[in-house]
């Protein structure tokens, strides 16, 4: 295989992906901010480490991107050294960055006009799901033949592949799935923190438990380091602060309401204002210990 691929963002997430995708034999080409991740990456798996998301791109018939932030989206797509003035015509840019729908329907705008497509595609999954074994869940919205044309390139790192609909849908769908986590992990923190209190063996509540109806994937993978409390095994407490922002966003605009993501927002902000803000998720017992 030598199809021309890129991957501009590789960190905890994009380092193993893109990985995945040069195991696979595509010809990958690869750019982050933070040249040591470049560096490290080329020495671990075979490809290009470039100095701009341009020069990655370059020629590039499907070019992946993990950034951080809504702008980084941008200006790894449309500014001075974005990929969108280098790709090969007819190229499709996927983008596995959580955004709002809004700036995805945005991006696929901005492509068309350059010959390009946009796929939006956040994930679902861990580092370590993502590093492993490749089990993913990636959610897609945008141009379905041109999604097809991606599908077996992503296959390489996800286990679950599902084309929703227009631009955007792949985003709404992943607010639904943070959505959903929001009432789980807090539910579970205050579980964990009322047994703790309460005098119990909380591993011991555990293990009943999760052979039981309260069990959750949360509580089979995430139980035991809030209980030890290490909040190093997922996501950071800012990138949940950012998706719950846009989840009330699209809320307002679309007239649904979100009490619980809107308490879990709150209680995000309050870990960031207290230093917090690179704790994983499960910080949330450690946010209801320190204030109770």
Same mark, same amino acid.
């Given at each position: 295989? %030598? *199809? =021309?691929?890129?991957? +501009? $963002? +590789?960190?905890?997430? $994009?380092?193993?992906?893109? $990985? #995945?995708?040069?195991?696979?034999?595509?010809?990958?080409?690869v750019f982050d901010v933070d040249r040591s991740r470049v560096d490290a990456w080329t020495k671990n798996f075979k490809g290009h480490g470039r100095t701009s998301a341009a020069d990655a791109a370059a020629g590039a018939e499907f070019v992946f991107s993990s950034v951080s932030t809504e702008n980084q989206v941008m200006t790894s797509t449309s500014e001075e050294d974005g990929a969108f003035h280098s790709m090969a015509s007819g190229g499709v840019y996927i983008? #596995?960055? *959580?955004?709002?729908?809004?700036?995805a329907r945005d991006r696929a705008a901005a492509a068309l006009e350059d010959g390009l497509i946009y796929l939006d595609a956040p994930v679902a999954g861990s580092p370590a799901e993502a590093a492993c074994d490749g089990t993913l869940i990636i959610m897609a919205g945008g141009d379905k033949n041109s999604f097809d044309?991606?599908?077996p390139a992503l296959k390489c790192y996800g286990k679950e592949v599902e084309y929703l609909g227009p631009t955007g849908a792949g985003q709404l769908a992943k607010m639904v799935s943070q959505i959903a986590i929001a009432g789980i992990v807090e539910s579970l923190a205050e579980a964990l923190h009322f047994a703790q209190r309460s005098g119990l063996d909380g591993k011991q509540v555990v293990d009943l438990m999760s052979r039981g109806p309260? *069990?959750?994937?949360?509580? @089979?993978?995430r139980a035991e380091p809030m209980l030890e409390d290490r909040h190093d095994v997922g996501g950071p407490v800012r990138n949940m602060l950012k998706d719950y922002a846009m989840c009330l966003d699209e809320a307002e605009r679309v007239g649904a309401r979100l009490p619980v993501v809107e308490l879990v927002h709150k209680f995000c902000e309050e870990m *960031?204002?207290? $230093?917090?803000?690179?704790r994983d998720f499960t910080g949330l +017992? =450690?946010? @209801? %210990?320190d204030t109770a």
């Open positions: 295989m %030598n *199809t =021309k691929v890129a991957y +501009i $963002g +590789i960190g905890d997430m $994009g380092y193993p992906m893109a $990985g #995945h995708l040069a195991a696979n034999g595509y010809d990958v080409s983008d #596995h960055t *959580t955004t709002s729908a809004v700036l044309r991606v599908l309260a *069990t959750s994937w949360w509580m @089979l993978n *960031t204002a207290q $230093g917090d803000s690179e +017992i =450690k946010f @209801l %210990n």
